[in-house]
């Protein structure tokens, strides 16, 4: 399957910064919290009833996407579902986990900034890519959108 230049820019640059690592890591921690028990997910279920938390895949970057939309919209109720799991949790690696989530990563500042910025960027790169992807799509139209898309990078870079 074709991947867009802007999807293998973007992973390369999330595997090679430290705090984009520990970022999308923190995504997927909570995803595995939840998601390898169905006790657990069970939980998560009691708090969050719209958007569902999505695994990252390597290889579809849309997935990125969906999770962190799912947690940044949704990020107090799964912040609430982790503290009743930390009351009801019989695992202790789980409970660590749940607990350095709650105390760390889910109430620091970086993190929560990070949902924002990443949501955003993710967001207006899916775009581009849905478009470039569509059977009808122009050359002129899809070097315009690729344009766009690197005038938004200068912008927010400063």
């Known amino acids: 399957m074709w991947m867009p230049l802007s999807y293998l820019v973007l992973c ?3 595997n090679s910064c430290h705090k984009a690592k520990t970022f999308f890591g923190t995504c997927q921690t909570i995803y595995t919290v939840f998601s390898n028990s169905t006790k657990r997910w069970s939980v998560l279920l009691e708090y969050v009833d719209e958007l569902t938390l999505k695994s990252l895949c390597a290889t579809r970057w849309e997935s990125h ?15 609430d579902a982790l503290i ?33 910025i990443w949501h955003e960027i993710l967001y207006r790169i899916n775009l581009v890519s849905k478009k470039l992807q569509s059977k009808d799509m122009l050359l002129d139209v899809a070097v315009k959108n690729l344009e ?11």
């Open 65 to 79: 996407v969906e999770s962190v939309k799912a947690i940044r919209s949704q990020l107090g109720k799964i912040k």
């Open 148 to 158: 766009g898309l690197v005038v938004y990078f200068e912008k927010i870079q400063g």
């Open 12 to 14: 390369d640059i999330a």
């Open 84 to 116: 009743k799991l930390a009351n009801v949790c019989e695992d202790g690696k789980v409970c660590r986990d749940v607990e350095s989530l709650i105390n760390g990563e889910l109430s620091s500042f970086d993190f929560v900034l990070s949902l924002v």
